[in-house]
């Protein structure tokens, strides 16, 4: 089995951070930025679980006090894919840099 501990721990790390974003910040952008990660981790995972699939469930918004519990849904759903499909190797290191770059343009 491949190793996604690195990807669940960027994900629950982020995410921990989030929840403790005062709401002013969290308007300022965080929750957008965040948002978008939850979204974008979550096709990615749509597309290993169905290939070739026309279209794309989009996570819907939920609003900034949910947005760290969809980026960590989003991203162990990622994870639980890559062990399921076979690809973990280098993608692991691929989705942890999105989250970190999501993390940096936060602030965080």
């Known amino acids: 089995m491949d190793d996604v501990t690195p990807l669940l721990a960027a994900v629950d790390t982020f995410a921990d951070?989030?929840?403790?974003?005062?709401?002013?910040?969290?308007s300022r952008g965080a929750a957008a930025e965040a948002l978008a990660l939850a979204r974008e981790?979550?096709?990615?995972?749509?597309?290993?679980e169905e290939p070739g699939a026309p279209a794309v469930r989009e996570m819907p918004e939920a609003g900034m006090f949910a947005?760290?519990?969809q980026v960590a849904v989003a991203g162990h759903d990622l994870a639980e894919a890559l062990i399921a499909s076979g690809e973990v190797p280098g993608n692991v290191a691929k989705a942890v840099e999105l989250v970190t770059?999501?993390?940096?343009?936060c602030g965080l």
Do not use: E, F, G, Y
Request: net charge positive; hydrophobic share 55%; aromatic share 4%.
């Open 17 to 26: 951070r989030l929840r403790a974003l005062p709401q002013s910040r969290l």
């Open 101 to 105: 770059a999501a993390a940096r343009r």
């Open 67 to 69: 947005v760290a519990d």
């Open 41 to 48: 981790l979550a096709v990615w995972t749509q597309r290993i």
